[in-house]
Nanobody, 119 residues
Framework: QVQLVESGGGLVQPGGSLRLSCAAS????????MGWFRQAPGKEREFVAD????????SYADSVQCRFTITRLYAKNTVYLQMNDPKPEETAVYYC????????????WGQGTQVTVSS
């Protein structure tokens, strides 16, 4: 398994920006697809974005398309989620996840980082 540690969460105003980071260790980072999920209080965890092993393919939840961007930096074994124009309803714990490229389900998870969108 790969170990994941998120950082960068905090308080952000609606319309502002925030960048989350997820540092990976333990396995070959380049063999893993990476993703971001979030869970708001009282709700189920939901998909936000993912990026394939090469960084050449990304996908997003419809609700964040064109506002959030997922990227990965191989030199630092890190994946990022740039959040632009976040909305109050996107307040949640954001989780980083990883899966081997040959497997469809995410099996490795970070501990999560709290993002609060409020003025």
């Amino acid at each position: 398994q790969v170990q994941l540690v998120e950082s960068g969460g905090g308080l952000v105003q609606p319309g502002g920006s925030l960048r989350l980071s997820c540092a990976a260790s333990g396995r070959i980072f380049s063999c893993y697809a990476m993703g971001w999920f979030r869970q708001a209080p009282g709700k189920e965890r939901e998909f936000v974005a993912d990026i394939n092993w090469s960084g050449g393919s990304t996908s997003y939840a419809d609700s964040v398309q064109c506002r959030f961007t997922i990227t990965r930096l191989y030199a630092k074994n890190t994946v990022y989620l740039q959040m632009n124009d976040p909305k109050p309803e996107e307040t949640a714990v954001y989780y980083c996840a990883a899966r081997p490229s040959s497997i469809t389900g995410f099996g490795s998870w970070g501990q999560g980082t709290q993002v609060t969108v409020s003025s």
